[in-house]
């Protein structure tokens, strides 16, 4: 009986399958007969709280905003805006704290944080469930659950806590969601050795479980947190989102360019100030070199990019729901994907069938029951086979589940074994339903896991007939002639049985076992009419079969140099049974696919694991914390990791991962809310179309960057080479914000929409520490500055000494230089190893419509009187038009020639040159 009066000792443990039924409730100091009091359960909710999973605080809106201030770069214009203004430069000054303005409204509204994981894993307790409480049953809401209330549970109920049971009743559980296990779990209440990792704990049943045949009577002793879906929740509490490939990169980039920035500018300054220039003209100087020096149009281009590659993701049923993923799924080196419902149909389906000796195969996949039987490759009249027909009857009749037709699909009603017996049935061409109606059932002994088998009792026409499934070693036990082919029978071998069913196993298949024999007309079935003369018919061998796109994309990344890795908690042979059909590679340096299962896991020393998991492709029966475990050991490999999933056990992997990606139609909104994109198909084949789109948002940023580091870069050696010759400005800090801004919107953007070039997946993943920056590519960028250097300054100088020009109109014309070499440079850039005749002057319909605006643009930067007083510029001299585009000119032939010699020096030296 429960003891008000007493303070309890319960506490919530993990321990509790290894102890038998009887010792928890005394642990938990409760009677099962009649539950806790009202006010006990009272009490234990003052302690304990409510079965609720606590939520994580989000970052304020303010918060967020005020966060894209918090780069090195925009603190340096900050500094030059309040400088220019000190100055009283207002325009300049209001000119460049808008831009900051601008970029930070654009990284905040892109920066949607969508934290949905922990408020759905609450959810998942939100229900009603049955309890016993003051000797009554009673109906309450699953939150004023508490460690010990007796919870009974029947079919089509959903667990409401973490229970031990204490009363079993043919209990299967559907645990997928937490373990990975693609078929319902038989429990029971017998105690269990304390290293049973979670998918073995059969006499426990889990929050957020299902059950999905026969009844219970458990005993609460875990709730809200310290269940197992708490303790997941805890652990995407414990997670954080990593930097993706590209964000690094730009970090790392923006510090050396901090660095140069603050050494050129007061550089600057001292060199002018020790010629004897003025300390407010040298600080413009100093603020010219560092807003010429910053690609302010980077972090837009970034955004819209990105944007772009979501566009296109979404149109190849892949969404996006962190803007930086697109670009990571380019640079991912590891793809960890769950087994079932993601390369697997989450549809077990009979492969194999044994009987009268022989072995017929199963055509067709999942509930849809398309598909034929074959013998040797031929088709099977089944009619002819006695003991196939028999089997299959037997299948189809000890049956409690069934298969109905939907506007979306084959659902299945019951269990999904019983479902695979209903199909194979369907594609022997048998009709169930007439099936039924011809051998109405009399009685039935049910399922019971310590039996292992289910046996019914069907009338035909003036006898009954017994079918029986079950456990192959059962059948054994119970059978003594088996059926031949023609129907005859002759005297059971069980060592050729055993040895069929090992067989079966070995390839992945569970197998069971079915018999049959005739009866006396009787009312009732109980175990004696089973015990013994059962005729066995056969064995029937089902999988969930792997998604037949799924091994086409599976080889495509393995193409592309991406590995995959399986990750599952499933049993071990059915996991290397599925990822041999599926194709998935042993890493190199093994000659078999090895698997390695959660038990041998944990018995290898933290600093080793990083190397075991390099060296296997298959992981079986391991825990979510396992999961989380392997995934920031492939990280600390330096490996950029996506992680596939749809169950809760998938969620704290999915956080941690380089990107997480959730299934969209049967994915929890727990792995969903994890993720940070999600398959609308629930198809990993989309996942190759994304990875091919994320490759082409690399190559596209890529592209955009090495496009507008020579600018920002001639900027500042112009400003130098002025100081150093103690010449006046050739540019002022609102001109180059011009130049940086529109050249960026005009020509920069276009680049966003560049096709994918040739080739894209047959090229292996960039290494995740190579720079943006390659040394080929660097060298490219210093050519065409010094051009645009040579030329703005060449230019500057003689149409002052020659042409008579006015300082404002000289400076004008240097903006038009750096525009129209930024212009032809645009079209090198559309391909960084190719000229673009090669990939087509017209595959990008806004290049050329781009330029044209910029030109536009540009003549009224050069010649509109509002734009000269805002920008101090003045119109020019025709003339200084020509001189203008022989430079743009001399620049692309420069960069061309410089591909040509690269692409020579390939050829020759295939390692010497890369991009």
């Known amino acids: 009986m429960t003891k008000p009066h007493k303070k309890p000792r319960v506490t919530q443990t993990s321990t509790y399958h290894q102890i038998d039924a009887a010792a928890a409730l005394r642990i938990l100091e409760v009677d099962a007969a009649t539950g806790l009091s009202t006010a006990e359960a009272a009490r234990r909710q003052e302690r304990f709280g409510r079965n609720r999973i606590r939520s994580a605080q989000g970052q304020s809106a303010l918060r967020r905003f005020l966060s894209q201030f918090r780069q090195p770069l925009v603190y340096i214009l900050l500094l030059a805006g309040v400088v220019t203004f000190l100055l009283r430069e207002w325009v300049d000054g209001g000119v460049i704290l808008g831009v900051v303005l601008i ?12 934290e949905q994981a922990l408020a759905a894993l609450s959810r998942l307790v939100q229900t009603e469930c049955t309890v016993r409480r003051d000797g009554r049953r009673l109906r309450i809401a699953a939150d004023e659950i508490v460690p010990g209330d007796i919870v009974l549970l029947q079919s089509g109920d959903q667990v409401p806590a973490d229970l031990r049971l204490i009363e079993v009743r043919n209990l299967r559980v559907d645990e997928s969601p937490l373990t990975g296990e693609s078929v319902p779990i038989d429990k029971h209440k017998e105690p269990l050795p304390t290293d049973s990792v979670l998918a073995e704990r059969r006499n426990s049943a889990y929050a957020a479980t299902h059950v999905t045949y026969g009844q219970a009577t458990g005993v609460v002793w875990a709730t809200g947190d310290q269940t197992e879906a708490g303790r997941i929740a805890g652990l995407l509490r414990g997670t954080t989102d990593l930097a993706t490939p590209l964000t690094r990169k730009i970090a790392a980039f923006s510090q050396l360019l901090l660095w140069i920035i603050l050494a050129l500018s007061a550089l600057a300054f001292g060199l ?24 302010e149009g980077l972090p837009a281009a970034v955004t819209i990019t990105l944007a772009v590659g979501v566009a296109r993701m979404a149109r190849r049923q892949a969404i996006i ?24 149909r989450n549809q077990m389906t009979v492969q194999q069938i044994v009987a009268g000796g022989q072995l017929f195969d199963i055509t067709g996949s999942g509930y849809d029951p398309v598909g034929e039987i074959r013998h040797r490759e031929q088709p099977v009249d089944v009619r002819s086979q006695h003991a196939l027909l028999t089997c299959l009857k037997a299948g189809a009749l000890a049956n409690d589940s069934t298969v109905t037709r939907k506007d979306d699909g084959w659902h299945v009603e019951g269990d999904p074994t019983e479902a695979a017996l209903l199909v194979v049935a369907h594609k022997a061409g048998l009709k169930v ?13 049910p399922f019971e896991s310590e039996h292992q088998f289910m046996a019914t009792r069907h009338a035909h026409h003036e006898r009954h007939m017994i079918y029986w499934k079950g456990a192959v070693e059962r059948a054994l036990e119970r059978c003594t002639h088996y059926m031949q082919s023609d129907g005859s029978l002759a005297p059971l071998v069980p060592e050729s049985i055993r040895r069929a069913s090992e067989e079966m196993a070995g390839r992945g298949l569970r197998v069971l076992a079915f018999a049959c024999r005739e009866s006396a007309v009787e009312p009732s079935l109980d175990h004696s009419h089973v015990a013994t003369g059962l005729v066995f018919v056969g064995l029937q061998g089902m999988l969930d079969p792997p998604r037949s796109e799924a091994k086409v994309a599976v080889a495509a990344c393995q193409q592309a140099g991406i590995r995959v890795k399986m990750i599952t908690g499933d049993h071990p042979l ?10 998935i590679q042993a890493p190199a340096g093994n000659a078999t696919l090895s698997v390695c299962t959660g038990h041998a896991l944990q018995s290898v020393a933290a600093a080793d694991v990083p190397d075991l998991v390099e060296r296997t492709a298959v ?29 809760v056990n998938d969620a704290p992997a999915l956080r941690q991962a380089d990107i997480g990606i959730a299934m969209g139609r049967s994915g929890t909104d727990v792995a969903k809310g994890a993720s940070a994109m999600q398959l609308l198909d629930d198809n990993f084949a989309t996942i190759e179309a994304a990875v091919e789109e994320g490759r082409g948002v690399f190559d596209n940023l890529r592209k955009f960057i090495i496009w507008t580091l020579p600018t920002n870069t001639s900027e500042a050696l112009v400003m130098m080479a002025a100081l150093a010759l103690g010449t006046a400005l050739p540019v002022l800090p609102v001109q180059l914000l011009w130049v940086n801004m529109a050249t960026s919107l005009f020509l920069g953007l276009t680049l966003v929409f560049e096709p994918k070039e040739p080739g894209l997946m047959q090229r292996p993943p960039r290494a995740p520490n190579r720079p943006i920056l390659t040394f080929p590519l660097f060298m490219r960028t210093g050519l065409v500055a010094l051009v645009i250097l040579a030329g703005a300054f060449g230019l500057f100088v003689l149409e002052q000494q020659t042409y008579g020009a006015s300082l404002s109109a000289a400076r004008t014309v240097v903006i038009n230089v750096i525009v129209a070499v930024e212009a032809a440079y645009l079209l090198s850039c559309r391909s960084l190893l190719h000229p673009p005749t090669q990939i087509g002057l017209f595959s990008n319909p806004f290049i050329w419509p781009g330029i044209l605006a910029m030109l536009i643009a540009q003549l009224l930067f050069t010649y509109a009187p509002l734009m000269n ?11 200084a038009w020509l001189r203008i585009a022989a430079i743009a000119a001399v620049a692309m032939l420069a960069v061309e020639l410089e591909k040509w010699l690269r692409w020579r020096l390939r050829a020759r030296f295939p390692s010497s040159a890369g991009d």
């Open 103 to 114: 970029n930070a409204l654009v990284g905040f509204v892109q920066e949607q944080r969508a």
């Open 272 to 295: 002018g100030v020790l010629r004897g220039h003025p300390a407010s003209q040298m600080l413009m100087a100093a603020v010219a070199i560092a807003v010429g020096a910053i690609p």
């Open 321 to 344: 729901r962190k803007l930086p993923a697109v670009e990571t799924l380019g640079s991912t080196t590891v793809i960890c994907s769950d087994k079932t419902g993601t390369l697997t």
């Open 433 to 445: 339903a007439e099936l039924s109606r011809a051998h109405p059932r009399i009685d039935s002994v």
């Open 574 to 583: 059915t996991a290397r049974a599925v990822a041999e059909k599926l194709g």
């Open 619 to 647: 992981f079986a029966r391991v825990a979510p914390e396992q999961k989380l475990q392997l995934v920031k050991a492939l990280q600390a490999r330096g490996h950029i990791v996506a992680m596939t999933g749809d169950g």
């Open 869 to 879: 007083r805002l920008f101090h510029t003045t119109p020019i001299r025709a003339d």
